[in-house]
């Protein structure tokens, strides 16, 4: 049922918006003959067969190349890391393309204003000033939201709080970056007016991101001051909620990890002390990728497979990390969850982070919630299948990556049981 009412929402989406489709972008005339190539044998128009095995549903699809279209907008998906480097390192920025209250935000400026706002910015999230943030009350949204606005939520106990109903409603409306140039011309956002409000007062201040940017910096205007204290929360949010719930849904599929992750965890914290310190000490010692390229100019790669790729001006270019983190070229067993790999020595085939200038900015900030997070729970809690827990979520997790964009699949159940009272009662959990 989910999936027919997102398939409904997409056809309705497509037709009410396929006026401003046919005006999206500067390929409009021709939109189908764009990709351009040298080697005559490079690319098809809809990818070349390879060494990409991207299993979907059963269905296996073979490329190295994926040429398709964003309703007329020309997309180039490339696993090449000659290609990522170029793209991420050495040519150009990326951007994420949304307008409206949310233009100033790093993740949506580009050029020499998303350099100022990130060299603004960067201080802020160092491991120092992470030190100061309150980490332990709660977690994703909680968190970030804290640490972005300073307002306590409890999204698990109270989720109707008028913030987490609005960044769910906000999330929903990712799904359409290619529209956003058009709708920019237009002076017109998609995002509702009554949700992007929401975020526009911002709240009382103890400690937050936005605290730190008012007392230290004079660089940003207010309203970009409040723009990156919101997409803090909009970049931080579902991804460290989905980092988490699949981390625990590997630790409790190999409880042999677990268990070596537990005696590491006792081991460094045999007192099961919680101090900030002693945590953020652990820390420290412990150790869907989209860019568009607006205003690029023609690029060429001598590509590993010695093919030349020029990329237009305005072509949107994907990485898809899904498929990059399970190419056989890099990855052996690419399906199998084994923290202690070291098979790739190549940088950019393992992108969670993104690389180059542009990367996730929150690295530090999520590793560190996402570390405590496991840290806490591990110390009370082994995480356990349930009856119902799948075998194999990845399927469900790329179907919904196809369908709305997002990392979410059908909630799978896990159950933690309390280390203290083994045997005496289970937590089950949704993740
Ligand atoms: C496990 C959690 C997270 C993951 C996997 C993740 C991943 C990413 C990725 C892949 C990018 C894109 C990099 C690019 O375009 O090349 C990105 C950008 C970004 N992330 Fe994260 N992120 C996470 C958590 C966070 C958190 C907690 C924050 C905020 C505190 C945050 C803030 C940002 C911002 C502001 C950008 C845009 C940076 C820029 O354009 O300069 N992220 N993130």
Known sequence: TIARSAHAAWVWHFLSLSPLLLHNNQFQHHPFGCFVREDSAGPNALGCSSRWPWCCNGLTVCFSWLRSFDGRQPVLAGLDPILIKNILVKECYTNFGLNGILGSAISMAEDEKWKRIRTVLSPALTSGKLKEVNIFEAYSMDVVVSTSFSVNIDSMSNPSDPFVTNMKKFLRFMLFPFIAPVL????????????????????IVVFSFLHVLLCIFSALSDEEILAQARVFVFAGYETTSSTLSYLSYNLATHPDVQQQLRDEIDAYLPNRVKEGEEMLGLYQKAGWKQDRMEEMLPLRFHLLCTLVVTIPKHMVVMIPAYVLHRDLAYWLEQEEFRPERTESIDPYTFLPFGAGPRNCIGMRFALLIVKVAVVVLLQHFSFRTFKDTPVRIWDGVLSSLLIDGTLSSDPHYLSFLKQS???CGDVNVAC
């Open 184 to 203: 920019e011309k237009m002076n017109v956002t998609l995002l509702p007016s009554r949700v992007m409000d929401f975020f526009k007062v911002p709240k």
């Open 421 to 423: 009272l083994l045997g």
